[in-house]
């Protein structure tokens, strides 16, 4: 079997380009790297120049996405409070998805550097699994265990309802963050 060939550089980020434009579904590094025959660092160093060149890439926990152009905007987006334990990040999330509302990133006000975004981009319960088993395998830690399990959502729905309605679920179990 013949070995494949490495791609150099600005064909490799061209290629690299085009599987995220093509795709409706992240990508990740150790996938673009098995395409391009090189090391999934070398991928890190490609989005890093397709990024400086202006190129919407997104890092998301279950790879890349290239942001396509906006159409105009039917979805409601909405910023909320929760608070909980590490323990209860997978039935939050669930619980928001189950209403059909897309869980966009996790946000916390870090007492040194301000305030910290992550991209999650789950909208099924399938890509809440994903990404809690990533979590698990990396053995990583959640933002909100900065601030004592007090963090926000960018979430976002197609109708207000919705994000009323998994606001009333989170509410119930004590989830969404309550001012005393």
């Known amino acids: 079997m013949a070995e494949k060939k490495k791609m150099l550089g600005e064909e490799r980020r061209n290629f690299i380009l085009q599987l995220l434009q093509k795709s409706n579904a992240p990508i990740t590094g150790g996938e673009l790297a098995k395409e391009t025959n090189v090391s999934r660092q070398i991928i890190v160093n490609d989005i890093t120049l397709l990024k400086a060149k202006s190129e919407p890439i997104l890092a998301t926990s279950q790879g890349y996405l290239y942001i396509q152009p906006s159409q105009p905007k039917t979805a409601i987006e909405k910023t909320i409070v929760c608070n909980h334990p590490p323990e209860r990040v997978e039935e939050e999330l669930n619980l928001l998805v189950e209403h059909g509302v897309t869980v966009k990133d996790v946000k916390i006000e870090h007492p040194v550097y301000g305030d910290l975004t992550a991209s999650i981009m789950v909208s099924n319960r399938a890509e809440v699994a994903q990404f809690i088993r990533h979590i698990k395998k990396t053995k990583a830690s959640y933002l909100s265990e900065l601030t004592?399990?007090?963090?926000?959502?960018?979430?976002?729905?197609?109708?207000?309802?919705?994000?009323?309605?998994?606001e009333q679920a989170l509410k119930e179990k004590g989830i969404l963050f309550m001012e005393n």
């Open 148 to 166: 004592g399990g007090i963090h926000l959502h960018t979430v976002e729905a197609p109708s207000h309802q919705q994000i009323e309605s998994a």
